[in-house]
């Protein structure tokens, strides 16, 4: 198994190896200009983090080691030093407002959801998902395409030989490479969560409430992810697969929905939130 | 701060079975509730009953006790000193309780009301105006609000002078006059009660229900908390003026009767928050 | 603990024999003694249900609980754990310590007290009865937010009821430990000059009285929402489900430092003991607790990341989450400093705390870097998680308990426990809990959900080494019990000053304590 042997490495290796060894041990690739400076960010407190533990506990550890009693240590009655404790009060503040600071501006670029290219209204359902793209009117329906005898004892029904075990949809959502894209978040029964590591994205639908938030893919791919907000039974199996295509590959794909739409013009969907919402 | 001056010994009660009783009765009263909301009506009331008269004897025991300990000069100044800090950290919690609902309130009113009537959420609420007050974007219609001049207003009066009388009577407790001391607790409890009567005729005209929206359940949650609390201050101000009346309390040595009067001034208070901000404003 | 005692007073009865007086005793220390043994009882009803969600995770697929169950599991383990193992612990421990740290007779309201501590086992009744009503226990996370808690049944308003009850014993606990605290010091004992212990309770108390009716008022409103008709949580009628969000989160975050501090102040008095040496920075100590307890209130929203609020409300959120990094940094440089030159010897309590300062300082870490609101909205509800959060908890809390029941022990049976076993059980703990939940990082940067009885097969390895650990972790903590138990049956006798370091008025009567201490106010230098 090649994940067994990332494992052994690293343990092996040290702390600070194991965060590179491998996106196994770390945040997934970042395809979007957002999570990649989350990825950045990530990295720049991991590290600073890891900077001051050794420093603080080789302190801690010098001291256990070098000021044991049975070594012949004995006590010094020392104690309140202002400079001292001046110090260690006011680096911690710098460290802080050093990471804050790209921080704020990663937070004040996420937020920013104007001038999009366009917009898919999102709305999540105890357990699927529901797309409607308010520009190119297509609207699909998701829902977890793992067979469902394959969940369940794997002694009963066999290994999962499913490589993307409850992580495919029946249908993908299907975005523009390199284009803006909105999303509007909202459920329609309890609150779900739209997550996508890769893409920077992790919104609550809400229900009653439209939420937004946006992501631009820049790589042709498929990305998954899943309902990160707890939503009762199902919770665990309502994925999230999104497929970025070239645009002109999304235009084809845009025509074809458009047939398949015409061709079972669906009546049955005028359930609107508020006679689900309303009790 | 610790008082040493007095020599004599924190008085620590003997063992004592009223704990365990009003454990017993509050979980006759959960599983009684329970089963009201969920099971046979019956058997729900029988739990409550048990429930409830477990909770009055409990009640009615441990004061007593108290009463007796405090009558019988167990109590010395540190005790005193203790029963202060006690009573000021418990209305500090009532606050608390209170600040809940209000942020509710505030929340509606300067949040989620608002927000469904944003841009985007045309999308879902088509149409809907978020004014307050408001019964919420689904079947929204007209309702009428209580308004903040009629029997509210006299309420707010009521409340108001209920805390002079009862500065009147601690006025009087102080001076050792029996008479002003009672007549001042009964003319409070008198409003007390007159203020719950109004409620209650203004409960019975409301013109919408707990059911109406956010502003119903808001307008009836903080006002339902509220008079119950009043109920339990009026109830209180009973115990302190039937005890008045057998003779209890010195000049020196009365803080029972502080308490609910310290009790009796926060419920006057949160009053006139729900005034400016539940009829009000 | 019959312990003849010369200063029989008439108001100092002696408790009636047997099981009985437990019942209605008004005795700080019996009182104390059943909040632990309560305490540790409720550690392993939620640590069973631990094991079961290990277990089931173990591999993926669904093998033992189905989805149902599992989201139960999850919800109950974490309210007992929590509300049934933690603050017990930490309030049994403030019954029987701090009446004999300020030289008190006894808690200010000696009869409530006994009430504190008897609403606690119906409460716990309702909160684990739930599994066996139809339906289930409430399965939507201890958060219970609507609208999927309005969807569960009879549980959920056990649950409600539960929390209600459980928020009555804390408040009255908590006035009780404030009076005595305010009204009861020997003479002499000036707040600036109360033990840390005594300190951090003082704090943790108010944050209690603070927001446990904040949560009471919360439950309330689901409780009206679930069954008379109002709206508070519900957008049709104006309501928002994010409400509760936030009403919980004024609550739940100050909660998780009332789980904290406590801790703090045990491991302020174990690491001077044993280093020989004051604690550095009394001082500094002190305002940092007071800058944390403050700062809790202002940090709720970055529960919240992910719920769309504007850009202001995350950050403001961010910086003030952060802020809490430096006083809590000032807690973590005054024990180290404390260490420095000191005499040190590694008993079992020293290893759990030294244990506590390292590994809650991971836990501290993971929670800043969760404090990040962009890095968040790529963690949240991932086992990152749920790995900071046990790092707080279990390395945190409970270690400090665990080291502060060794420290203590002696004082209260007046045996010295088993030296040996106390370290096998610190090192068996040590090493399997990070077996546990270190790998639980790496599953949350991975993107693994949390809450989930069911996970894609690349998440395999690291969660069977997670479970593997908690199986060890689990069963390692049978030895505390048995620890626990030969301590109580016999051993060394202890002295009065059971530590050689050791400060304090506690250390100054016998081991183990007579039932009552300090009836005339002990001087105080
Ligand atoms: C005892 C409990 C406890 C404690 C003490 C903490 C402490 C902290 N927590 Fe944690 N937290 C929880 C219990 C706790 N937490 C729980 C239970 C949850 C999940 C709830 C749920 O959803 O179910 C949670 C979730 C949680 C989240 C939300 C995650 C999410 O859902 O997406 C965040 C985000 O900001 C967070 C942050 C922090 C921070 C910044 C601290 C800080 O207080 C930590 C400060 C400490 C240090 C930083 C280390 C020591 C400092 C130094 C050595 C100084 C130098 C350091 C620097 C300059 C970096 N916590
Ligand atoms: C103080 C709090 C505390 C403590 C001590 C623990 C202790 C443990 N916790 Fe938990 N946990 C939480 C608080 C805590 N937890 C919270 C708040 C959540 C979030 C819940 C939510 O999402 O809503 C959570 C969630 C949580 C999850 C995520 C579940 C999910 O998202 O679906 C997991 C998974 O691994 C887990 C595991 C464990 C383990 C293995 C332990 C171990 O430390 C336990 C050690 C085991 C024992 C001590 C038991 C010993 C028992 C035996 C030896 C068997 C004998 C049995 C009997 C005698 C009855 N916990
Ligand atoms: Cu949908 Cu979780
Ligand atoms: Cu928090």
Known sequence: MKKLRVIAGAIAASLPALALAGYDVNIPAPKTPISMQIYGLHMEILWVCLAIFVVVFGVMFYSLFAHRKSKGAVAANFHENHLVEVIWTLIPFVILAVIAFPATRTVLAMKDASNPDMTIKVTAYQWKWQYDYLNDGVKLYATLSTPRDQIGSPEEHGKITNEHYLLETDNNVVVPVGKKIRLLITANDVIHGWYVPQLGVNQYGIPGFIKDTWFQANEAGIYRGQCSQICGKEHGYMPIVVEAKSPEDYAAWVKEQKAKQAEAAQPADKVSMADTTAR | MSSSSTHDVYYVPAPSKWPVVGSTALFLLAIGFVSLLHFGKTQAYVLL????????????????NVISESESGKYNAQVDASFRWSMGWFIFSEVMFFAAFFGALFYARQMSVPLLGDVDNQLLWPGFKPDWPSMGPYNATEFHPMSAWGLPAINTMLLLTSGVTVTWAHWAIKKNDRTQLVLGLAATVALGLIFLFCQMTEYGEAAFSLATGVYGATFFML????????????????????????????????????????????????WLGLFVFVYWL | MEAAHAHAHDDHHHAPAGIGRYFTTTNHKDIGSMYM?????????????????????????????NPDVFNQLTTIHALVMIFGAVMPAFVGYANWQIPLMVGASDMAFARMNNWSFWLMPPAAALLVGSFLVPGGAAGSGWTLYPPLSIQGGISVDMTILAVHIMGASSIMGSINIITTILNMRAPGMTLMRMPMFVWTWLITAYLLIAVMPVLAGAVTMLLTDRHFGTHFFNAAGGGDPTMFMHIFW????????????????????????????????YASMVYATASIALLSFIVWGHHMFTVGMPAAGNLFFMYATMLIAVPTGVKVFNWIATLWKGSITFETPMLFAIGFVSLFTIGGFSGLVLAVTPVDITLHNTYYVVAHFHYVLFSGAIFSIMGGAYYWLPKWTGHMYDETLGKVHFWLTAISFNITFFPQHFLGLAGMPRRIPDYAPQFTEFNQISSIGAFLLGFSQLLFLYVVIKCIRGGVKAEAKAWEGAEGLEWTVPSPAPYHTFETPPAFH
């Open chain 2, 223 to 270: 006002t339902g908390f509220h008079g119950f609390h009043v109920s339990l201050g009026t109830l209180m101000l009973i115990v302190i003026l039937a005890r008045s009346l057998k003779g209890h309390f010195t000049p020196e040595h009365h803080f029972a009767f502080e308490a609910v009067s310290w009790y009796w001034h926060f419920v006057d208070v949160v």
């Open chain 3, 250 to 281: 004024f609550f739940g975050h100050p909660e998780v430092y009332i789980m904290i501090l406590p801790a703090f102040g045990i491991i302020s008095h174990i690491i001077p003991t044993f280093a020989r040496k004051p604690l550095f920075g």
């Open chain 2, 49 to 64: 009953a048990a429930g409830f008269a477990t909770l009055t004897y409990m009640l009615f025991g441990w004061f007593g």
């Open chain 3, 37 to 65: 043994w309560f305490s540790l009882i409720m550690f392993f009803v939620g640590g069973f249900m631990a094991l079961v969600i290990r277990a089931e995770l173990f591999q993926p697929g669904i093998q033992i609980v």
